[in-house]
């Protein structure tokens, strides 16, 4: 009868739901567990190359432990994948082309100088910091297939992007005639990569303001009617 009872009791009894933790305190400790990591890898990659670098060096340059890299970032193919987005998006996230501050400001005006200073100011922010890394795929994509197949897809993906730039373009009603979303977007991907970034900043010494002012100058005459 007791426990009958007390079986009884505990059927009744209702059910205590989990409540799940979230911690904001925790989710900012992960956060600057990333940030260090990257902010750790970056230098080594980029003095060490790709095979020179190990995961070891990069928790020991961190503060945190091998395991915590993996835990946090992954394996090197995944620390080296989020350094070229944190590149690219400027953060330490990786952040969808249509979700950039720059992004957002070249479609919200209505004129293609506008568009193409804005873009021009963030091609040589953006290649700042991804440049240096570029030089890091290209030593070792003969070696690293994983590597080399990651910067395709980046390389396919900017492509796919400044066509929809160059069609935010030809919506002005300012760009030359004879010139096609295609042809567009060809001159404009050519100038934008790192390669054209470091033959000028890096091999011919240019100042960064420099060459933005000179792909806005040179993407208007190209680009653009009179």
Do not use: C
């Amino acid at each position: 009868m007791f426990f009958g009872s007390i079986a009884k009791l505990v059927r009744m009894e209702p059910a205590v739901k989990r409540r799940a933790y979230s911690s904001p305190r925790r989710a900012q400790a992960a956060r600057q567990t990333k940030a260090a990591i990257l902010a750790a890898s970056r230098p080594l990659f980029i003095s060490q190359g790709y095979a020179g670098t190990t995961v070891a060096a990069i928790a020991e340059d961190a503060g945190v432990a091998v395991d915590t890299v993996y835990a946090s970032v992954g394996r090197k193919p995944q620390v080296f994948r989020l350094l070229l987005e944190s590149a690219l998006s400027g953060t330490d996230e990786e952040v969808p082309a249509l979700e950039r501050d720059y992004v957002k400001q070249i479609e919200a005006t209505s004129d293609a100088v506008v568009k193409l200073a804005v873009y021009a100011e963030a091609v040589t922010s953006i290649q700042g910091r991804l440049a240096p890394l570029f030089v890091v795929v290209r030593q070792a994509a003969a070696t690293e297939p994983e590597l080399a197949a990651l910067w395709t897809s980046i390389a396919e993906r900017r492509l796919t992007n400044m066509r929809l730039f160059a069609a935010s373009l030809q919506r002005t009603g300012q760009l030359r005639p004879e010139l096609s979303i295609e042809k567009v977007a060809d001159i404009v991907w050519s100038m934008n990569s790192p390669d054209y970034y470091l033959l000028l900043v890096k091999e011919r010494g240019w100042k960064p303001q420099d060459f933005q002012t000179w792909l806005l100058e040179a993407w208007q005459r190209l680009l653009l009617t009179a």
